[in-house]
């Protein structure tokens, strides 16, 4: 059964930053591609990082550009995005997701979220 277990999210002041990890398991994490699907209150899901399964290709929304990176370690099974200058519009629960194949999308699985909260 696939598993994606997301975690690092928490209360963060804006400006700040965050990393947050993706442990995965269930499938061979090397051969498919990865990505980052987030939800605030009351918004549609909103996908806004993902790579395909070597790590080599990277997309990012509009709304995350130049503060979002994403990497990943296929021999830990594990997905690594970190934010920084963070904003209040970015609170949302965050969502590792796995595509269908190698590239960086669709997506046909969805984990456990993490909650991201910017606040003073």
């Known amino acids: 059964e696939v598993q994606l277990q997301a975690s690092g999210g928490g209360l963060v002041q804006p400006g700040g930053s965050l990393r947050l990890s993706c442990a995965a398991s269930?499938?061979?994490?090397?051969?498919?591609?990865m990505g980052w699907v987030r939800q605030a209150p009351g918004k549609g899901p909103e996908c806004i990082a993902a790579?395909?399964?070597?790590?080599?290709?990277?997309y990012f929304a509009d709304s995350m550009q130049g503060r979002f990176t994403i990497s990943r370690d296929n021999a830990k099974n594990t997905l690594y995005p970190q934010m920084i200058s963070l904003k209040p519009e970015d609170t949302a629960v965050y969502y590792c997701?796995?595509?269908?194949?190698?590239?960086?999308?669709?997506?046909?699985?969805w984990g456990q979220g993490t909650q991201v909260t910017v606040s003073s």
């Open positions: 790579t395909n399964s070597v790590g080599d290709t990277r």
């Open positions: 269930g499938f061979t994490f090397s051969s498919y591609g």
């Open positions: 997701a796995k595509s269908s194949g190698e590239s960086p999308g669709p997506y046909d699985w």
